[in-house]
């Protein structure tokens, strides 16, 4: 079933859908530093990986992470919508933290699908972490845990330590993607990446109407239409 979900009608004009999720070694900006940032685009079959070794910086200063959020920012100033778990609270805030502290350009607003909203407001489960809800869901990557010594470890420069971080943020952003095509349905506000007359939320001409929208406040009647390929639902005149 998943395989056909990826497989659904593209939108009259390509919208750039952007999963990403960033591994740090802190909570906030001012005591952590940015490790990776893993991202890929809807539909692409590779994750794509920005590690902080990478950079020829790193045998200077193993906190230098500002050419990452750097190369991190050409990719985020193109997306169209970005889809994240928590980045509203957590990956966003650090990565315009770290954009101000390196004095780089300021990133736009990106339209977001925050999952760990939809989630909160939509399922009953015991902990809402990525982790718990793609067990819960059968989700078919699964998210691998990383131990504390594993983070103090990376957080020096072990390069072992590091490897261990970046396969852990690549199977994030795959959890991420298969979430996301999940509950796509439940998401009430997803940003719109088709024109009018299309799915909002994928894209797909194929609506089917079912039943009307009722409303004590519309002036006009209101029907109910289903997405045939996303499953999503949406009002229209």
């Given at each position: 079933?998943?395989?056909?979900?990826?497989?659904?009608?593209?939108?009259?004009?390509?919208?750039?859908?952007?999963?990403?999720?960033?591994?740090?070694?802190?909570?906030?900006?001012?005591?952590?530093?940015?490790?990776?940032?893993?991202?890929?685009?809807?539909?692409?079959?590779?994750?794509?990986?920005?590690?902080?070794?990478?950079?020829?910086?790193?045998?200077?200063?193993?906190?230098?992470?500002?050419?990452?959020?750097?190369?991190?920012?050409?990719?985020?100033?193109?997306?169209?919508?970005?889809?994240?778990?928590?980045?509203?609270?957590?990956?966003?805030?650090?990565?315009?933290?770290?954009?101000?502290?390196?004095?780089?350009?300021?990133?736009?607003?990106?339209?977001?699908?925050?999952?760990?909203?939809?989630?909160?407001?939509?399922?009953?489960?015991?902990?809402?972490?990525?982790?718990?809800?793609?067990?819960?869901?059968?989700?078919?990557?699964?998210?691998?845990?990383?131990?504390?010594?594993?983070?103090?470890?990376?957080?020096?420069?072990?390069?072992?330590?590091?490897?261990?971080?970046?396969?852990?943020?690549?199977?994030?952003?795959?959890?991420?993607?298969?979430?996301?095509?999940?509950?796509?349905?439940?998401?009430?506000?997803?940003?719109?990446?088709?024109?009018?007359?299309?799915?909002?939320?994928?894209?797909?001409?194929?609506?089917?109407?079912?039943?009307?929208?009722?409303?004590?406040?519309?002036?006009?009647?209101?029907?109910?239409?289903?997405c045939q390929d996303c499953s999503?639902?949406?009002?229209?005149?």
């Amino acid at each position: 079933m998943k395989a056909s979900m990826k497989q659904q009608s593209k939108p009259s004009h390509e919208s750039k859908i952007l999963l990403w999720d960033i591994e740090a070694t802190g909570l906030v900006a001012d005591f952590a530093t940015i490790l990776c940032i893993g991202w890929k685009l809807l539909g692409e079959k590779e994750v794509h990986l920005l590690t902080i070794d990478s950079y020829k910086e790193f045998e200077k200063d193993k906190t230098n992470d500002k050419p990452l959020i750097k190369d991190f920012l050409k990719v985020y100033n193109s997306a169209d919508v970005q889809v994240t778990y928590n980045g509203t609270r957590y990956d966003v805030p650090m990565i315009l933290s770290k954009t101000l502290e390196h004095g780089l350009e300021v990133p736009p607003n990106v339209p977001a699908c925050d999952l760990y909203f939809t989630v909160k407001h939509n399922l009953k489960l015991s902990r809402k972490s990525l982790q718990n809800v793609g067990y819960y869901l059968k989700l078919s990557d699964e998210k691998t845990p990383v131990e504390g010594k594993i983070w103090r470890k990376a957080a020096t420069g072990d390069k072992k330590s590091l490897q261990y971080i970046y396969t852990h943020c690549k199977q994030d952003v795959l959890v991420l993607e298969d979430l996301y095509l999940k509950i796509r349905p439940l998401i009430r506000r997803h940003p719109r990446v088709g024109e009018v007359r299309e799915c909002s939320a994928c894209g797909s001409s194929r609506l089917h109407r079912r039943g009307r929208a009722l409303s004590t406040t519309a002036k006009t009647d209101r029907y109910r239409y289903q997405c045939q390929d996303c499953s999503s639902w949406s009002t229209r005149p």
